[in-house]
């Protein structure tokens, strides 16, 4: 496994930690299934927190901790909410979340390098990771066993009914990632270790503080 830099550890772990708040957040008094157009904004969300992990860390490994970070938030999540694992809000989620960083990472390794230093080029990426991600969702129920949430009166899948929302989304969510991720790289080069550390220990703190807080309101 490639290893990421050590001073970009902490700040990957902060990304992923705010990913897993953004959830909590958008998902506020989720039970089951993502409320109308939840999903597609979650997915956008999640391709905005990959883009400016793999852009701070210039690993694929990144994307990885990201995804393992905002899926033990979600799991904390369910123990506040009392939900079981096994549960259409928590493990269909997660199961999201591979998918997303699966299609994220599968679709930047197709690209040529000169394109993604593109601010087009990146639309694009975000559009084309989403348009996987959402056609890909359905098939949680043969890794979950829990089918994908339907448009209400039939049997289409929300993923699908709001796909271009999540490709619309994207295409300016990981343009704008990659920028962030470009501010978060210059300013990990230029803080000293023991600040970053104690910043970013920080910052995976208020995330944890806030998905309880949310879960109290």
């Known amino acids: ?29 989720l039970r089951q299934c993502a409320a109308q157009v939840s999903g597609a904004l979650m997915t956008g969300a999640a391709l905005f927190f990959m883009a400016a992990g793999r852009r701070l860390a210039g690993r694929a490994t990144a994307v990885a901790v990201m995804v393992g970070t905002a899926a033990v938030f979600k799991l904390f999540d369910a ?21 997303e960083g699966t299609a994220f990472l599968a679709v930047i390794a197709l690209f040529r390098r000169e394109l993604a230093e593109k601010h ?3 639309g694009l ?4 990771t989403a348009l996987i991600a959402v056609n890909a969702f359905p098939l949680v129920k043969f890794a979950t066993g829990i089918p994908a949430c339907v448009v209400p009166g039939t049997a289409y899948p929300l993923s ?19 920028l962030a991720g470009e501010r978060l790289a210059a300013w990990t080069s230029a803080e000293k270790p023991l600040r970053l550390r104690w910043a970013t220990s920080a910052a995976v703190a208020a995330c944890i503080a806030a998905v309880v807080l949310l879960r109290a309101l």
């Open 1 to 29: 496994m490639v290893k990421i830099p050590k001073s970009t550890w902490g700040p990957v772990l902060a990304l992923g930690a705010l990913w897993g708040v953004a959830e909590a957040g958008l998902g506020m008094g």
């Open 79 to 99: 123990l506040l909410l009392g939900l079981p694992v096994r549960h259409g809000a928590v493990a269909n989620p997660i199961f999201a979340f591979v998918v």
């Open 120 to 122: 087009l080029g990146r």
């Open 125 to 128: 990426l975000g559009g084309l």
């Open 160 to 178: 699908l009914y709001y796909a271009p929302i999540a490709i619309g989304v994207s295409l300016l969510t990981v343009p704008l990632g990659w």
